[in-house]
């Protein structure tokens, strides 16, 4: 356990906090999302790196771009073809359920064809996943829903894949705080966000159903 990188995690994720309440902004969540995602990227290959060598993550790192690549193509068709806005979260309610399942079971396909196959399970797998929140951290400021269901889908992955690998004894018990802590600051602060952008949005509703009247 490095004690040194869990207080560099601890100290982050609690100035992000209340850089966050006192930025009250989507610039100030963004910012605090990037960090944690470039944290978590750090730890993991700080793991990583000492049971394997930097030449094993250099090629993770060209799956994860080639993956957000294929992934940018496809979610650029789909959001130009709809025209949905990102920022009020109501693409799932005005254009149906189907737009949603077609996106996320392609992107599923992609991703577990890459871990399954491809990648080894274990620190590199995780690491995968991490470097391409890293990625879709820096692209939610581009306001595609989108890309908040990509990230939803990784987060979910990311904890199911660091889960698994708990159970089958591949993380050993020494790195749990340093794999655990950072995911967590990455769900609080996204889910925070979250309810940030949905308050806005009612609020924006509110004031446009007030000057109707």
Not at 85 to 93: E, N
Not at 97 to 110: K, T
Not at 181 to 193: A, G, Q
Request: proline share 2%; net charge positive; hydrophobic share 55%.
């Amino acid at each position: 356990m490095d004690y040194q990188i869990l207080l560099l995690v601890l100290i982050s994720g609690i100035i992000g906090y209340v850089f966050t309440k006192i930025s009250k902004s989507m610039t100030g969540y963004y910012l605090v999302l990037v960090l944690m995602c470039t944290i978590n990227t750090y730890v993991l290959s700080e793991i990583t790196l000492k049971t394997l060598s930097i030449n094993s993550i250099i090629p993770v790192i060209g799956f994860s771009i080639a993956t957000m690549v294929v992934f940018e193509i496809s979610r650029a068709y789909f959001d130009n073809s709809l025209s949905i806005d990102a920022s009020s979260f109501q693409g799932l309610q005005e254009f149906g359920i189907e737009y949603y399942i077609a996106i996320i079971l392609f992107y599923s396909a992609l991703l577990f064809v890459f871990l399954l196959y491809i990648i080894p399970l274990g620190y590199l797998s995780m690491f995968y996943i991490a470097f391409i929140m890293l990625i879709t951290s820096f692209a939610l400021v581009g306001s595609s829903i989108v890309r908040y269901w990509a990230f939803e889908l990784y987060i979910i992955l990311y904890l199911t894949l660091m889960v698994g690998l708990i159970l089958l004894n591949i993380i050993e018990i020494d790195y749990y705080p340093e794999i655990l802590l950072p995911y967590l600051f990455i769900l609080f602060y996204y889910l925070d966000m979250r309810s940030f952008i949905k308050k806005k949005a009612s609020s924006r509703v509110s004031l446009k159903k007030r000057r109707l009247r």
